[in-house]
């Protein structure tokens, strides 16, 4: 069993910068493939990064190429979404999320039910 529990997000302006971190109880935080997801008003839960369980491998989603930054750290339990040149159409509450099944060189990071643990969301608000 895996909690995690998102923090970090905020309002910033367009083209500002904010860092989640998600925090992962438990003591197998290694052996999961961990992901961030978003989702708008309206709009499917959608990929946004993903990190294999090693960290040596990264996933990104073409709308955050070049922008975003997803890092974990094994020792302290704790994945990382560093959000730079923020744009309104990212405002939205995101989750991170752990998978037992995802490993390095896998190509599914991207499909949500890969994913064995959610947490409860953070709120990111973009303002233009």
């Known amino acids: 069993q895996v909690q995690l529990v998102e923090s970090g997000g905020g309002l910033v302006q367009a083209g500002g910068s904010l860092r989640l971190s998600c925090a992962a109880s438990g003591r197998s935080f290694s052996s999961y493939g961990m992901g961030w997801f978003r989702q708008a008003p309206g709009k499917e839960r959608e990929f946004v990064v993903g990190?294999?369980?090693?960290?040596?491998?990264?996933y990104d989603a073409d709308s955050v190429k070049g922008r975003f930054t997803i890092s974990r750290d094994n020792a302290k339990n704790t994945v990382y979404l560093q959000m730079n040149s923020l744009k309104p159409e990212d405002t939205a509450v995101y989750y991170c999320?752990?998978?037992?099944?995802?490993?390095?060189?896998?190509?599914?990071?991207?499909?949500?039910?890969?994913?064995?643990?959610w947490g409860q969301g953070t709120q990111v608000t973009v303002s233009s």
């Open positions: 999320a752990a998978s037992s099944v995802l490993g390095d060189g896998s190509s599914r990071y991207a499909r949500k039910y890969d994913y064995d643990y």
């Open positions: 990190i294999s369980r090693s960290g040596r491998s990264t």
